[in-house]
């Protein structure tokens, strides 16, 4: 078994390469490892030109995963995601029907602007992120482990969007804010890639056994008792709070909660969970499973003041 020492080295290596590509970031970059190493899915929200598909392009290439990539429209069909059969026809002449795999058959699947989407096709998606495994027909297909599902949302854009139902919203561990970079960062980007381009080696850090084998230790991180029990008072009070918040979060909040922190731990290299990290991670886990009331909008707070409210 490896030390903590040798996991958090491995987990700064990752940092590192990623740093040769993209320019800050590093909470979003934390954060989708902690999904990653939770065997989960994350939403990214942020305003366009802000390296979220970049990021995870990258993420795929360090860590030697198969990488597909999704753009969502109002047109994709369900059959665009899952694949479909097509008629082969043998030397003999003979015809037959042959399946056909879509991009959902990967290791990180980047669903690009989701909300684009009809209700329709990202339902398609919602087995494959739960289940892990697609149906075509009658026919069951399981997918190759690891996978998860990234996907990416732009806040303004009304036009033309289907906002994920709650339902499938609850199926992603986290929903991550992707902020604009400071200026110093933004002259480092403009210096990058405003010049004459470089082609950038990138090193695989992680293979797919390793990630399977970190994914299992995160599990294994100790949480004390009063902590495990901290996280579902937090996740309770959501259902108490009638005043701000009009829904609450269910059950799977405090699953992901508990296992979004080891994870947290693991990747800073820290052998236990600690009241800071179940803090950290309380936004990202429930920024999109609490529905905000009518006194709450009106008051101009979003659901991360909400969040920040109750941790007090």
Not at 89 to 109: A, D, H, L, R
Not at 213 to 232: E, F, G, I, S, W
């Given at each position: 078994?490896?030390?903590?020492?040798q996991?958090?080295?491995?987990?700064?290596?990752?940092f590192k390469?990623?740093?040769?590509?993209?320019?800050?970031q590093?909470?979003?970059l934390?954060h989708t490892?902690?999904s990653?190493?939770?065997?989960s899915?994350?939403?990214?929200?942020s305003?366009?030109?802000?390296?979220?598909?970049l990021?995870i392009?990258t993420?795929?290439?360090?860590?030697?995963?198969?990488?597909?990539?999704?753009q969502?429209t109002?047109?994709l069909l369900?059959?665009?995601?899952t694949?479909t059969y097509?008629?082969e026809?043998?030397?003999?002449?003979?015809?037959?029907?042959?399946f056909?795999?879509?991009?959902?058959f990967s290791?990180?699947?980047?669903?690009?602007?989701?909300n684009?989407a009809?209700?329709?096709t990202?339902s398609a998606?919602?087995?494959?992120m739960q289940?892990?495994?697609?149906t075509?027909?009658?026919?069951?297909y399981?997918?190759?482990?690891?996978?998860?599902?990234?996907a990416?949302?732009?806040?303004?854009e009304?036009?033309?969007t289907?906002?994920?139902?709650?339902?499938?919203?609850?199926?992603?561990?986290?929903?991550?804010?992707?902020?604009?970079?400071?200026?110093?960062?933004e002259?480092?980007?403009v210096?990058r890639?405003?010049?004459?381009?470089?082609?950038i080696n990138?090193?695989?850090?992680l293979?797919?056994d390793?990630i399977?084998?970190?994914?299992?230790?995160?599990r294994q991180v100790?949480?004390?008792n009063?902590?495990?029990k901290y996280?579902?008072?937090i996740?309770?009070?959501?259902r108490?709070?009638?005043?701000?918040?009009?829904y609450?979060a269910?059950?799977?909040?405090?699953i992901g909660?508990?296992?979004?922190s080891k994870a947290l731990?693991l990747i800073?290299g820290?052998k236990?969970?600690?009241?800071?990290?179940?803090?950290?991670?309380?936004?990202?886990?429930?920024?999109?499973?609490?529905?905000?009331?009518?006194e709450?909008?009106?008051?101009?707070?979003?659901?991360?003041?909400?969040i920040?409210q109750?941790?007090?």
């Amino acid at each position: 078994m490896k030390s903590i020492e040798q996991i958090r080295a491995t987990f700064d290596q990752i940092f590192k390469e990623i740093g040769k590509v993209v320019v800050g970031q590093e909470e979003m970059l934390k954060h989708t490892l902690v999904s990653i190493m939770c065997n989960s899915n994350a939403l990214l929200e942020s305003y366009p030109g802000l390296a979220k598909t970049l990021s995870i392009s990258t993420l795929a290439r360090i860590m030697d995963l198969k990488f597909s990539r999704i753009q969502s429209t109002p047109d994709l069909l369900p059959s665009d995601i899952t694949g479909t059969y097509i008629i082969e026809e043998s030397n003999s002449g003979k015809k037959s029907f042959k399946f056909q795999p879509g991009p959902i058959f990967s290791n990180i699947v980047l669903a690009d602007e989701i909300n684009r989407a009809t209700p329709k096709t990202q339902s398609a998606l919602l087995e494959a992120m739960q289940e892990k495994q697609v149906t075509v027909g009658n026919t069951t297909y399981p997918l190759e482990q690891p996978f998860f599902v990234l996907a990416t949302q732009n806040p303004i854009e009304q036009e033309g969007t289907y906002p994920l139902p709650e339902a499938q919203s609850d199926r992603f561990l986290l929903k991550i804010k992707v902020g604009y970079p400071s200026v110093d960062e933004e002259l480092e980007i403009v210096n990058r890639y405003a010049e004459a381009l470089k082609n950038i080696n990138l090193k695989p850090v992680l293979k797919k056994d390793h990630i399977l084998y970190l994914q299992n230790l995160t599990r294994q991180v100790p949480v004390a008792n009063d902590l495990k029990k901290y996280a579902v008072d937090i996740v309770t009070k959501t259902r108490n709070k009638k005043g701000m918040i009009e829904y609450g979060a269910s059950p799977r909040a405090s699953i992901g909660l508990i296992l979004a922190s080891k994870a947290l731990a693991l990747i800073e290299g820290r052998k236990h969970v600690s009241k800071e990290d179940i803090n950290r991670m309380a936004f990202p886990i429930l920024r999109h499973r609490i529905l905000l009331s009518f006194e709450a909008e009106r008051n101009n707070l979003d659901e991360d003041s909400v969040i920040k409210q109750m941790l007090r």
